[in-house]
């Protein structure tokens, strides 16, 4: 099992640059695949971008890809998301999950997922 907290969220203009930390537990985070989705007032939770096991391969939603950069370091059992040229329309609860062996956009590939962090960008 995986716990998951999220940190790093906040206020920024737009054009700004934040970075959001997700710290797990547990001693199987490596065989975890690791993603991050997020949740605008309204609308339904919506992928971001995802990371293999071993860091290697990641995929991202179109909205976010060059943009958004999503990284691992499973010696510390940290997943990041680095995230700059910001939006009004990335503001949402960004979340982190994990789970399964492959890379994954469907929110039903992944088990465990953290409380969220409130990521507002402001025009």
């Known amino acids: 099992q995986v716990h998951v907290v999220e940190s790093g969220g906040g206020l920024v203009q737009a054009g700004g640059s934040l970075s959001l930390s997700c710290a797990a537990s547990?001693?199987?985070?490596?065989?975890?695949?690791m993603g991050w989705f997020r949740q605008a007032p309204g609308k339904e939770r919506e992928f971001v971008a995802t990371?293999?096991?071993?860091?290697?391969?990641?995929d991202y939603a179109d909205s976010v890809k060059g943009r958004f950069a999503i990284s691992r370091d499973n010696a510390k059992n940290m997943v990041y998301l680095q995230m700059m040229s910001l939006k009004p329309e990335d503001t949402a609860v960004y979340y982190c999950?994990?789970?399964?062996?492959?890379?994954?956009?469907?929110?039903?590939?992944?088990?465990?997922w953290g409380q969220g962090t409130q990521v507002t960008v402001s025009s």
């Open positions: 999950a994990a789970g399964g062996t492959t890379l994954g956009t469907h929110t039903s590939q992944y088990e465990y």
């Open positions: 547990g001693r199987t985070f490596s065989t975890y695949v």
């Open positions: 990371i293999s096991r071993s860091g290697i391969n990641v």
